[in-house]
T-cell receptor, first 114, second 110 residues
Framework: NAGVTQTPKFQVLKTGQSMTLQCAQDMNHEYMSWYRQDPGMGLRLIHY???????DQGEVPNGYNVSRSTTEDFPLRLLSAAPSQTSVYFC?????????????FGSGTRLTVV | KQEVTQIPAALSVPEGENLVLNCSFTDSAIYNLQWFRQDPGKGLTSLLLIQSSQREQTSGRLNASLDKSSGRSTLYIAASQPGDSATYLC?????????FGTGTSLTVIP
């Protein structure tokens, strides 16, 4: 089925560890993005990409890195995990940056940093 | 910065009732607005997408309206059912990203 696939679904990290959250889409969407969702704060944009080789920062980029080597994949890297990064992470994609046909979301990665 | 507000934060209604969820945004320079549904512990499911040039969109028992000049959108749910219980999020696209509200948690009581 066409859509956005995120792995893993759950992860527990120790403070200081690093990891990569994977995101892949098979809809040939140019635009991909990462959001984090925290209670009472809504979804906030971490990083986004408007095409392969092009990335930019969102509202809350500190502590995260991204790259976009292919149209399909947009991994999110946590360099040195901190308890403040405990959150639910969502990857989203769309045909273009203006969301002309709407956004499609993955099912999320629930991350706990202890 | 765009601010999106959803009122009420929580709503409980008996089954069969018609209801309205509200969304307001501070900057009217948007490309489109999208309503999502989120079930507990799950991802976001798109319900309706309204382009900035449109006034409303309908899908089944759902109708969403957009008044861009006043910075408001409403989601109307007709004949509510227990399966409609979820959190409803609105998001506005200003180019490069969606800004989200914090959602309305809806409970439909059988």
């Amino acid at each position: 089925n066409a859509g956005v696939t995120q792995t893993p679904k759950f992860q527990v990290l120790k403070t200081g560890q690093s990891m990569t959250l994977q995101c892949a889409q098979d809809m040939n969407h140019e635009y991909m993005s990462w959001y984090r969702q925290d209670p009472g704060m809504g979804l906030r944009l971490i990083h986004y990409s408007v095409g392969a080789g092009i990335t930019d920062q969102g509202e809350v980029p500190n502590g995260y890195n991204v790259s976009r080597s292919t149209t399909e994949d947009f991994p999110l890297r946590l360099l040195s995990a901190a308890p403040s990064q405990t959150s639910v992470y969502f990857c989203a994609s769309s045909y273009d940056r203006w969301g002309a046909y709407g956004y499609t979301f993955g099912s999320g990665t629930r991350l706990t940093v202890v | 910065k765009q601010e999106v507000t959803q009122i009420p934060a929580a709503l409980s209604v008996p089954e069969g009732e018609n209801l309205v969820l509200n969304c307001s945004f501070t900057d009217s320079a948007i490309y489109n607005l999208q309503w999502f549904r989120q079930d507990p512990g799950k991802g976001l499911t798109s319900l309706l997408l309204i382009q900035s040039s449109q006034r409303e969109q309908t899908s089944g028992r759902l109708n969403a309206s957009l008044d861009k000049s006043s910075g408001r959108s409403t989601l109307y749910i007709a004949a509510s059912q227990p399966g409609d219980s979820a959190t409803y999020l609105c998001a506005v696209n200003t180019g490069n990203q969606f800004y989200f509200g914090t959602g309305t948690s809806l409970t439909v009581i059988p």
